[in-house]
Nanobody, 120 residues
Framework: QVQLVESGGGLAPVGGSLRLSCSASGLTGVPFQYYRLGWYRQAPGTYRRELVASFPRDGEILYGDSVKGRFTMSRDNTKNTVELQMICLKVEDTAVYYC??????????WGQGTQVTVSS
C-alpha cells in the first residue's frame, strides 16, 4: 500500500499563492507512473471534492472549473512526488487538501491532509 504525505499548507492572503507537495512511499513493484493521482479538498460541512487529476501513462491532467487557470498540478515520476501550485487564492479555497493515488480497483491511498486557509 502506497503511503502519501502532504506538506506545504498554511495561511495565505486573498490573491496569494501556496504550493502543496505530496510524497509517495511504499511502492512495491508498481512504478509511480501507473497511478492516477488527484488533489482533493474538503471544507467544513462539505463533501471531499476532486480538484484536478493526473492520469497514468500519458500524464494527461484535467482541472475542475473551480481551479482551472489558478492551480497547476505537476508530478515527478522519478521522485514519486506530486505538487499543486495555487495562485490567485480565494477565501473559498479554504479547506483541507488531500492527495490521492489510485491504481485501478486494486489500490487507493490518501494522504493525511494539509490545511489551507485564505484570509481576506
Amino acid at each position: 500500500q502506497v503511503q502519501l504525505v502532504e506538506s506545504g499548507g498554511g495561511l495565505a492572503p486573498v490573491g496569494g499563492s501556496l504550493r502543496l507537495s505530496c510524497s509517495a512511499s511504499g511502492l512495491t513493484g508498481v512504478p509511480f507512473q501507473y497511478y492516477r493521482l488527484g488533489w482533493y479538498r474538503q471544507a467544513p460541512g462539505t463533501y471531499r471534492r476532486e480538484l484536478v487529476a493526473s492520469f497514468p501513462r500519458d500524464g494527461e491532467i484535467l482541472y475542475g472549473d473551480s481551479v482551472k487557470g489558478r492551480f497547476t498540478m505537476s508530478r515527478d515520476n522519478t521522485k514519486n512526488t506530486v505538487e499543486l501550485q495555487m495562485i490567485c487564492l480565494k477565501v473559498e479555497d479554504t479547506a483541507v487538501y488531500y492527495c490521492n493515488a489510485l491504481r485501478g480497483s486494486a489500490e487507493e491511498s490518501w494522504g493525511q491532509g494539509t490545511q489551507v486557509t485564505v484570509s481576506s
